[in-house]
């Protein structure tokens, strides 16, 4: 049943980086874009009747340690990051929670061969980060990487958040808390992120912003939902971070962020599958 539910997280958080993206192009701002994913929290929360005062606290710190990898995300995508290549570098947080699932939560692997399957992964998930995160010289037309940097600090926060939500889990927090804690999060890094000097915000601006949290939101009540059933981090989140293959078919296809050069193309792509096919060896 985690499998099925992890699949569907997969989906969804494929979608939603578009729908920043396209939130962005429309002069939406991280200040929009926290309100968005905190509305999108709020709603999953009010659905949950009960929410537990003792698991409180480790489900804050969940939606904290959240809240700022999806603030490093919103910066990238701010400053123009393509989604084709910025998913597949935040999705690298796949090492991040393995090796927390493995060193911290006793999540180890069965035998030898497992144990070589996780190594394997491991370096081809660094191995696709490297690829999609890479510009020919002769191609690179925007000389800030700036992106990359926020794109490492999400994959970090991203990485570490799991194995918080799996411990507030175990603990007692439900989905309602969970889901408050997040919703917490997105006020808190609303409140301290700087006024940003955009366009008009008109209402297919804030739209935009409130379906990317909102679908965020169904991929983390299914992600929540397979932890709640006792799936292992170290295999969940490389099964919920395929969703590297929909956000680049996105990227290309919906926000035609196509690149002309053969070599860059042939890196994302090659990237894309190396992410994937790191994350089904260590699953």
Request: charged content about 10%; hydrophobic content about 55%; aromatic content about 8%.
């Amino acid at each position: 049943m985690w499998i099925l539910l992890g699949i569907i997280a997969a989906l969804c958080w494929g979608i939603y980086p578009a729908l920043m993206k396209i939130a962005n192009r429309k002069n939406s701002t991280t200040k929009i874009i926290m309100i968005g994913m905190a509305v999108g929290a709020a709603v999953i929360s009010l659905g949950s009747a009960n929410i537990s005062a003792i698991a409180l606290i480790p489900s804050i710190i969940t939606g904290l340690v959240w809240a700022s990898g999806m603030f490093f995300a919103q910066k990238a995508i701010s400053l123009g990051a393509d989604i084709s290549r910025l998913t597949p570098l935040y999705n690298t947080n796949t090492l991040v929670a393995v090796f927390i699932g493995v060193l911290f939560l006793g999540e180890l692997p069965a035998s030898i061969p497992d144990l070589i399957r996780l190594l394997l992964g491991a370096a081809l998930i660094v191995l696709g980060g490297i690829a999609v995160t890479h510009s020919p010289k002769k191609v690179s037309t925007n000389t800030n990487y700036s992106w990359i940097l926020l794109g490492i600090l999400a994959a970090l926060c991203w990485g570490i958040y799991p194995a918080l939500m799996k411990e507030a889990t175990i603990s007692g927090a439900t989905t309602g808390n969970i889901f408050l804690g997040m919703m917490i999060g997105a006020l808190l890094l609303f409140t301290i992120s700087p006024k940003e000097k955009r366009g008009r915000v008109s209402f297919q601006t804030i739209i935009w912003s409130l379906l990317a949290g909102l679908v965020w939101a169904g991929g983390m009540f299914f992600a929540q939902k397979a932890i709640s059933l006792g799936a292992d981090i170290a295999r969940l989140t490389p099964l919920y971070n395929t969703n590297t293959l929909i956000a680049v078919i996105i990227g290309f296809v919906v926000l035609k962020e196509w690149p002309k050069n053969q070599k860059q193309k042939f890196l994302i792509i090659a990237g894309a599958m190396l992410v994937v096919l790191g994350a089904s060896l260590v699953v």
